[in-house]
């Protein structure tokens, strides 16, 4: 089947919930996937910062065979040593050995799970950020600060205040002794790659230890190595409650985690909170692969000097106003509103980016990019972008 048939077919048996694909993909290896037309592009959005590895890691494909072949699924009824091993792997990440790990399948659900895990501080009050995104289920929708994502939904949970992103006072005006989690991504991404002050994170944190709040960090978007560390909030120095992960932790297969450090590792009881295919054998098998090639092939040392790079060399670009982020999560802030022109450009020239908000475009592609990929992206979207203006 060719992209236009297929993608006719799927939105004639698919919900509408996602709009018209552009592309139907069919094949990937490292960062180059081929559409159903047999047309190849590198892909610079990385399953929207999903495919850590790219796509075909040897790494993922070993691991993931053979263990498939070996014990598939077994439920929470039964410990395996790959969940096991995926754990304290995790948890010696966070430097924090009383840290205890939940597993889970994505981003939304491992929100949920801090959601609930609060909800055991006693307290009910939540205070998150305005235009931050921490997932599309009811609990999840109610910790995201976009209006348009919520709107059609409400009521939503009740006590939940967003604040403006990086006002440090508008954090200490919305938290009290009655609130049982702040909730913040350390750089938000569905919102435009937004990077906050630097001593942000670290004075919410003294905020949340006046008020008992826990502070609750959503690394799905920016942990395992993406932004160069491997939950994105370590260059502010602060230990947080919680952090949550998912995306790049398993490299494409669905697998998240909700990892409480401290106190609030001991929150939950029995039949507190359950999922049936969390940290199934399969899904961390491709978790513990995704850690040991990063650390293999140095791929966090790799993701801080491209970013360099890219800053370098896209900053000066005719249009584009600044460039911002960490490690490979990138936003390209346009000086016009061109962003969803640029990149179906650049798709149509073979570079798969996105539109984050009308005038910024995202990148966020495997930490395995080569500098020739990278340049290969910059040349093109150099080239679009003077096409566009
Ligand atoms: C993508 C994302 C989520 C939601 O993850 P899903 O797997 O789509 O549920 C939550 N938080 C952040 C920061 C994200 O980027």
Redesign the pocket.
């Known amino acids: 089947m060719k992209n236009l048939q297929l993608i006719k077919k799927w939105q004639a048996t698919t919900q509408n919930n996602y709009g018209t694909p552009t592309l139907a993909l069919v094949q990937g290896k490292g960062l180059v996937v081929t559409d159903a037309d047999g047309k190849k592009y590198l892909d610079f959005l990385g399953g929207?910062?999903?495919n850590i590895l790219g796509h075909a890691h040897p790494a993922i494909v070993n691991a993931v065979t053979k263990q498939i072949k070996t014990l598939t699924h077994v439920s929470n009824f039964y410990a395996h040593p790959n969940a096991l091993a995926l754990a304290e792997k995790l948890i010696a990440m966070t430097g924090d050995k009383s840290a205890r790990v939940f597993f889970c399948?994505?981003?939304?659900?491992?929100?949920e799970a801090a959601l609930k895990l609060s909800r055991r501080t006693g307290r009910v009050r939540i205070v998150a950020a305005q235009g931050?995104?921490?997932?599309?289920?009811m609990g999840?929708l109610s910790l995201?600060g976009q209006p348009a994502k919520r709107e059609a939904f409400l009521p939503l949970l009740k006590g939940v205040k967003h604040v403006p992103f990086g006002d440090i006072e508008a954090m200490r005006h919305a938290i009290s002794k009655k609130c049982a989690m702040v909730i913040l991504?350390p750089i938000?991404?569905?919102a435009g790659v937004i990077v906050p002050p630097k001593d942000y994170l670290q004075q919410v944190r003294s905020l949340c230890d006046k008020t008992g709040a826990l502070l609750v960090i959503?690394?799905?978007?920016?942990g395992m190595g993406r932004t160069g560390s491997w939950f994105g909030y370590e260059y502010s120095g602060i230990k947080p409650d919680v952090i949550?992960l998912?995306?790049g932790l398993g490299a494409g297969l669905?697998l998240?985690a909700m990892i409480a450090l401290g106190k609030a590792a001991s929150l939950f009881q029995p039949g507190d909170h359950g999922s049936t295919f969390g940290g199934n054998p399969v899904t961390t098998s491709a978790g513990l692969a995704v850690i040991e090639t990063i650390n293999k092939e140095k791929l966090m040392q790799k993701a801080i000097a491209y970013h360099k790079l890219i800053v370098k060399e896209v900053s000066t670009i005719p249009g584009v106003k600044e460039v911002r982020g960490a490690g490979l999560l990138i936003g390209i802030e346009l000086d016009k509103a061109v962003a969803n022109e640029v990149s179906q450009a650049m798709m149509h020239a073979g570079v798969l980016v996105n539109a984050a908000n009308p005038a910024t475009i995202r990148i966020a592609p495997a930490l395995t990019v080569t500098e020739a990929q990278i340049k290969k992206f910059i040349a093109v979207f150099r080239k679009v972008l003077s096409d566009v203006n």
């Open positions: 929207i910062a999903t399948q994505s981003g939304a659900e491992a929100n931050a995104f921490h997932g599309r289920t999840a995201t991504e938000m991404g569905e959503d690394a799905v978007q920016t949550t998912a995306k669905p998240g």
